[in-house]
């Protein structure tokens, strides 16, 4: 009994892998169930076992996607001091670094573009950009005159840091081959963030 259920949690986490990069590769409306477990050498039954329709298999991806992302990035704020200008950039640089380390799950969690999909997308979205908003206004707060930049500012950062990832991705650059430039971005980022 206890073999049946690791072979079944393994089969699980295969149908998971795979349709990540399925879903990256070739988007969410042109795959069906059946053809993303033929082109995973399944039969549909089996993804059927595990998930009743492809936005339930679509929806446990991002979700776990999401957890991952923000459990490394928890446990990162946890070791540093908030507020602190070091801080933040070590979050930048781990979300770069996340991104870069996983395409696929970048991808779809912040760059499938698919009204009926972004919704499933939302909630955990918002409370990774609520996460990284709280670091933020936490270092400008201690900048003199400072207010106005309150709101603006993360959303801003976000979108550098996201611009610097997606553009890397699509030229199949891993972190390992731009981490000086990820460190400088990073860097020129915080300093813009001071002056």
Known sequence: MARKAVAQELSRERILEGA???FAE??????TMRSIA????YSHGALYYHFKEKADLFYTLVNEDFNMLLNRQREMLARTRMGDVGQLQKLMQEFIRFGLENPYHYEIMFMINDPELQKYSRTEQAECLDLFATVVRSV???QPNNESKMYSLPWSLFMSMHGFISYNIHYKQSYEDVKKLAEQHVKFLSE???S
């Open 20 to 22: 990540r990069q399925l």
């Open 26 to 31: 070739h988007g969410y409306q042109t795959l």
């Open 38 to 41: 033929q082109a995973m050498g």
């Open 140 to 142: 400008i707060a201690r």
């Open 192 to 194: 813009g963030l001071l």
